[in-house]
């Protein structure tokens, strides 16, 4: 559950307030350093960040949290989430932290928390940490002669890189492939193109000129339209969008198509089935996965496991299960083969190597089924507290019943954002519409009633 502090993915807010500011960066380094203490060696950890002006801010306060904890500080500069998470295990880091607010504007930032393990915190050290907060942990902090110091670490980019590029057959070349990649002006600005002309590919890169404001800014996963634009102008085969920090991807097809998510996993999840490697005998997402992603993984004899919104549930849960495949709507997408969390240049490569192999356009490879009509929308809110209101469950509950047994309803609150998440989904678009709408205006004004 969302606390003070902590979101769907870590802390997140806007910079320099309310929880973004030095001051609770600093204790958040503290606590987080105090949590991961393991024995009487030296401890360590990687703090990697996006692109963001605000990234100067917080990672200096995370430094002078963590070394107060003790704790020895990796400095990474801006690199890809899932490149942080590979860094924790290659370096035999005790934690990693990623300053990001992933896809959101540049004046929002986050802080993503990673254990020894690579993997994203539960729960339950979540709110271990988020009680440390507000406590006064001064007295346990490190002695003056062990306090921790901190350092540039070079050929991180180069190490990703390498690593990225094994997740394909050593054999497996990008040659003859025209691709337009959109850095966001994020994280993966650099290592992203780099990775792709190294094998072998024709490389066009835009918005790779990060400014500290234009992070996400009308490009990237979120905004793929210049995209689509260039991989007209340059008659390209695929193009390929991450957002800020790199941890989830969109795909743009030869004719300028958007492909999400659902497509991606769907593609992967039939490919690494019939090539005997996918595990589990399905795959796993949110309740906001396309209704077409059961319906095609079903005549696969896979199942589709739903959870709750966040790319760590949906880790928790490919873990618990033994799945390898798993992801978001979104395209976050997560090959547990390969990484810890979404990887949004890892995934675009399992695609690039399906489209090799079948050697035909990205249009036939990544079309696997045609998406149920599915609406979302967003209500402003200043809290989830109209949900618990009885004219709004009376509404919820007739909206359930004109659905039926062929629609799906899932209304929530955001984990990152002052909303409420609308989404519904059905055969008949017109009806899937009047529900959405419908939803929107009694929760609007049960939220004005309660103002």
Same mark, same amino acid.
Request: glycine residues 10%; hydrophobic residues 40%.
């Given at each position: ?61 995370? *430094? ?160 793929? *339209?210049?995209?689509?634009?260039? *991989? ?123 489209? $090799? ?9 990544? $079309? ?63 009806? *899937? ?19």
């Amino acid at each position: 559950m969302p606390g003070r502090y902590f979101g769907t993915d870590g802390i997140r807010g806007r910079a320099n307030k309310f929880p973004m500011t030095a001051e609770i960066a600093m204790r958040v380094g503290m606590a987080a350093g105090l949590s991961f203490q393991r024995g009487s060696h030296r401890h360590r950890v990687v703090l990697g960040k996006d692109t963001r002006l605000s990234g100067y801010m917080i990672e200096n306060a995370l *430094v002078a949290g963590l070394c107060a904890a003790g704790m020895d500080v990796f400095l990474l500069g801006p690199i890809p989430t899932p490149a942080v998470a590979m860094l924790v295990r290659s370096l035999r880091a005790d934690i990693g932290v990623m300053i990001s607010a992933s896809h959101n504007p540049y004046h929002d930032n986050g802080i993503k928390l990673f254990g020894p393990d690579g993997y994203k915190l539960s729960d339950e050290i979540e709110q271990r940490i988020e009680a440390m907060l507000d406590d006064s942990i001064e007295m346990t902090l490190a002695d003056s002669d062990r306090l921790g110091r901190a350092k540039r670490v070079d050929g991180v980019h180069d190490r990703y890189i390498e690593f990225a590029k094994r997740t394909l057959p050593r054999s497996m070349s990008l040659s003859g492939l025209r691709i337009v990649i959109d850095c966001a002006n994020g994280a993966a600005y650099k290592v992203a193109p780099a990775a792709l002309w190294e094998l072998g590919a024709e490389v066009f890169s835009i918005n790779d000129e990060p400014d500290g404001f234009n992070i996400n800014k009308e490009c990237g996963s979120t905004h793929p *339209v210049s995209l689509q634009a260039k *991989v007209h102008e340059v008659r390209a085969d695929i193009g390929i969008a991450l957002d800020g920090d790199a941890d989830r991807v969109v795909i743009v097809d030869e004719k300028g198509e958007i492909v999400d998510g659902d497509q991606i996993m769907a593609m992967i999840a039939e490919a690494w089935h019939q090539s005997g490697r996918l595990a589990g005998g399905g795959v796993v997402s949110t309740v906001m996965s396309n209704l077409g992603l059961e319906r095609f993984l079903s005549g696969l004899d896979l199942q589709l496991h739903r959870t709750r919104v966040g790319d760590r549930y949906v880790v928790e849960h490919m873990r618990a299960h033994g799945l390898n495949v798993g992801g978001e709507q979104s395209g976050h997408i997560v090959l547990s083969d390969f990484s810890t969390t979404g990887d949004g240049l890892v995934a675009a490569l399992q695609v690039l190597a399906c489209v $090799k192999r079948q050697n035909r356009p990205v249009s036939e490879v990544l $079309k696997k089924f045609e998406p149920v009509p599915q609406l979302l929308k967003n209500v402003q809110v200043s809290e989830g507290k109209p949900l618990e209101q009885a004219p709004v469950k009376a509404a919820i509950e007739d909206a359930h019943h004109r659905l039926g047994k062929s629609g799906r309803l899932v209304i929530r609150p955001s984990g990152t954002e002052p909303l409420i998440r609308v989404m519904a989904e059905g055969d008949d678009p017109k009806l *899937v519409e009047t529900v959405v709408d419908d939803l929107i205006t009694v929760i609007s004004e049960a939220h004005h009633a309660a103002a």
